[in-house]
T-cell receptor, first 114, second 114 residues
Framework: SQTIHQWPATLVQPVGSPLSLECTVE??????LYWYRQAAGRGLQLLFY??????ISSEVPQNLSASRPQDRQFILSSKKLLLSDSGFYLC?????????????FGEGSWLTVV | GENVEQHPSTLSVQEGDSAVIKCTYS??????FPWYKQELGKGPQLIID?????GEKKDQRIAVTLNKTAKHFSLHITETQPEDSAVYFC?????????????FGAGTRLAVHP
């Protein structure tokens, strides 16, 4: 069966420091991968998606970037964090074939920028 | 632009009562409608979904209905239990640019009181 792992689960970072969140998917090949952000008590905002290695698309302009160095690895990064980057970050995946395929979420990473 | 509206934002019921959450979507090309349950500090978990060629789907105490003409879909939970307390998100989806573009509602916080 497919599983998705995301880490770290929580982190507190000072303003201006770098960020790296990592996500891996097991049990499937060539998945679509996604990074979402959820502000406290709010809905989910799509940040990035990837349909293949090295292929990254951004939904919103921001202080963050994403990379996909391997088929089942997705990384969210920042060179210099802002206070507004605080939130709950969720990695997700879906199968690449067909339409309307289910998106499965990881357990999330809580980021607090201080 | 694409939009999903979800109501109510909060819902409080007594254990054993039914709960109904409603969503409307704007993009008539949407063809897949999942519902997610998110417990505090965790990633959203898929609880039920429906595709545009189906009007109703049921899984034990949970059912979803879809009215394509009106662009409405609803989640129905019967015989609610305290463990149903969580935030519920609806979403509307279509395949766009090779990936599954999921637009989320803002969420409904459901509280089931014993």
């Amino acid at each position: 069966s497919q599983t998705i792992h995301q880490w770290p689960a929580t982190l507190v970072q000072p303003v201006g420091s770098p960020l790296s969140l990592e996500c891996t998917v097991e049990g499937t090949s060539n998945p679509n991968l996604y990074w979402y952000r959820q502000a406290a008590g709010r809905g989910l905002q799509l940040l990035f998606y990837s349909v293949g290695i090295g292929q990254i698309s951004s939904e919103v302009p921001q202080n963050l970037s994403a990379s996909r160095p391997q088929d089942r690895q997705f990384i969210l990064s920042s060179k210099k964090l802002l206070l507004s980057d605080s939130g709950f970050y969720l990695c997700a995946w879906s199968a690449i074939q067909g339409s309307g395929n289910t998106i499965y979420f990881g357990e999330g990473s809580w980021l607090t920028v201080v | 632009g694409e939009n999903v509206e979800q109501h109510p934002s909060t819902l409080s019921v007594q254990e054993g009562d039914s709960a109904v959450i409603k969503c409307t979507y704007s993009d008539s090309a949407s063809n897949y409608f999942p519902w997610y349950k998110q417990e505090l500090g965790k990633g959203p978990q898929l609880i039920i979904d429906i595709r545009s060629n189906v009007g109703e789907k049921k899984d034990q105490r949970i059912a979803v209905t879809l009215n394509k003409t009106a662009k409405h879909f609803s989640l129905h939970i019967t015989e609610t239990q305290p463990e149903d307390s969580a935030v519920y998100f609806c979403a509307a989806s279509k395949v766009s640019g090779g990936y599954n573009k999921l637009i989320f509602g803002a969420g409904t916080r459901l509280a089931v009181h014993p």
